[in-house]
């Protein structure tokens, strides 16, 4: 018969190898899907995004970028990964009190609230009852996190940010939950500058042990991330992140994205990126790579990262601008 202790090895071993992580720390954390990242932009350009953050996506990464944004924006986005595992996530983005200019032709806020929720499924994974290659039917598994973001700008310069989270997992009959937070720095060393240069750094995934057996659970994989970002024209941004989880070894990321006006309101945007957080995969991996458009009221973005021999994952995302 199976045993919880089969039931949440199999979970850790599905959304270990989602994530790229289990072949370096196997069973070191819960909650893996929690490092799946967010927007198609973002996911274009490696995940490098701590120090950028402009967008409603933002409270994933770096959560004090909130007050970036012009206006409120609600934004949606798909990856579909490999084996039949997809992953969702919803985030909407609301600043209030403007307060400035923090660069030029962009509204600063003082405030912003968030609201995310971040979706894993599994299904029709084979049931095994003993030694036997014939499945006894199938079951499902889904992980999800429940978010809530607050971002303060203190002034022109420093903005911070903090999430709380509500973390939930079912595999079959069994579930497990877990609180977290997220804590985010975000400071501008040039705020009045047409070519502006921000510094970053967030924790990730602070929380309680999570797992399906009270007397066998796991730390959530607390991520520590540092970045700069600069742009040194309005055509061309780059991201340059320092992380590191704690089930995993110290890893850099970097994404740039160049942007050119093809019409009066359609941008084009393409993306590139690495990151050596998946450098022990086997085949392609590390790299990634993207393309948007964007719009005076909304932006399509697309991503691609391959994940060697796991197969590639597909990212898209659709922001809407109120």
Same mark, same amino acid.
């Given at each position: 018969m199976r045993t919880p202790k089969t039931t949440a090895a199999l979970s850790c071993l599905l959304l270990g190898a989602a994530t790229g992580a289990f072949?370096?720390?196997?069973?070191?954390?819960?909650?893996?899907?929690?490092?799946?990242g967010a927007g198609a932009r973002a996911g274009a350009m490696a995940d490098a995004f701590t120090a950028l953050a402009d967008d409603a996506?933002?409270?994933?990464?770096?959560?004090?970028?909130?007050?970036?944004?012009? %206006?409120?924006?609600?934004?949606?986005?798909?990856?579909?990964?490999?084996?039949?595992?997809?992953?969702?996530?919803?985030?909407? #983005?609301?600043?209030?009190?403007?307060?400035?200019?923090?660069?030029?032709?962009e509204a600063r806020h003082r405030h912003a609230f968030g609201g995310a929720i971040y979706y894993l499924g599994v299904?029709?994974?084979? %049931?095994?009852?003993?030694?036997?290659?014939?499945? #006894?039917?199938?079951?499902?598994? #889904?992980?999800?996190?429940?978010?809530?973001?607050?971002?303060?700008? #203190?002034?022109?310069?420093?903005?911070?940010?903090?999430?709380?989270?509500?973390?939930s997992q079912t595999l079959d009959t069994y579930s497990a939950n877990a609180f977290a937070a997220d804590l985010g720095a975000l400071y501008r060393l040039n705020p009045e500058s047409e070519r502006p240069v921000t510094a970053g750094a967030a924790i990730r995934h602070i929380g309680?042990?999570?797992?399906?057996?009270?007397?066998?659970?796991?730390?959530?994989?607390?991520?520590?991330?540092?970045?700069?970002?600069a742009a040194p024209s309005r055509a061309f941004v780059a991201d340059l992140d320092l992380g590191k989880p704690r089930d995993g070894s110290l890893f850099v990321a970097l994404g740039a994205q160049a942007r050119k006006s093809l019409t009066e309101n359609v941008t084009g945007a393409f993306r590139f990126g690495y990151?050596?957080?998946?450098?022990d995969n086997e085949g392609l991996n590390g790299v990634s790579a993207g393309a948007g458009l964007s719009f005076p009221k909304a932006s399509f973005d697309f991503a691609w990262t391959p994940f060697g021999t796991l197969g590639d994952a597909f990212r898209f995302s659709l922001l809407i601008k109120f």
């Open positions: 072949a370096a720390a196997s069973g070191t954390s819960g909650a893996q899907f929690l490092k799946l996506f933002a409270a994933y990464y770096n959560p004090a970028g909130l007050v970036q944004l012009a %206006r409120p924006q609600l934004g949606g986005a798909h990856s579909a990964l490999f084996q039949g595992v997809s992953y969702q996530s919803l985030n909407f #983005a609301f600043p209030f009190s403007a307060s400035g200019v923090a660069r030029a032709g299904g029709d994974i084979e %049931r095994r009852t003993g030694d036997s290659t014939t499945p #006894a039917g199938t079951f499902n598994s #889904a992980d999800a996190a429940y978010a809530l973001s607050y971002a303060y700008a #203190a002034n022109s310069r420093l903005s911070l940010g903090v999430t709380g989270k509500y973390i309680s042990r999570i797992g399906y057996v009270s007397t066998q659970t796991d730390p959530l994989p607390t991520t520590y991330v540092v970045g700069l970002a990151t050596s957080a998946r450098k």
